[in-house]
């Protein structure tokens, strides 16, 4: 987690400690939802939350608009709307694999 958002991690590194301090670990990371570049940087024996992403599958149940459809779990069978990537197209009754964490959720297969 980086700013309170689930990261990939893209690159680590370690500097070495100083005369003064500990090493340093410079992490960057891509958001998982959003996308957006993150970096942190921090002792490397500080502690970082690992955040618990669910992959799901689901079908879909209708599609609103081009950016949103609504997507019915399959293992709950709870109906929830999902905003849909735009390289992704989507018709009613396509299964999709998506993934979910508290209230965020991203469609990555179709």
């Known amino acids: 987690m980086m700013d309170d958002e689930p ?6 590194s370690t500097a070495k400690p100083g005369k003064h301090g500990s090493a ?5 990371g891509k958001g998982v939802f ?5 970096s942190l940087s921090q002792p490397v ?17 209708s599609v609103e608009s081009a950016d949103v459809a609504q997507v019915m779990d399959l293992e709950t069978y709870e109906t929830i709307t999902i905003k849909t990537p735009g390289d992704v197209s989507l018709s009613p009754d396509d299964e999709i694999e998506y993934l979910e964490m ?9």
């Open 102 to 110: 508290e209230d965020q959720r991203k469609i990555i297969e179709s």
């Open 34 to 38: 959003d996308g957006q570049k993150r």
């Open 45 to 61: 024996d500080a502690k970082i939350w690992v955040p618990i992403i669910n992959r799901k599958q689901g079908q879909v149940v």
């Open 24 to 28: 340093k670990a410079r992490i960057e």
């Open 7 to 12: 990261c990939k991690i893209t690159a680590y």
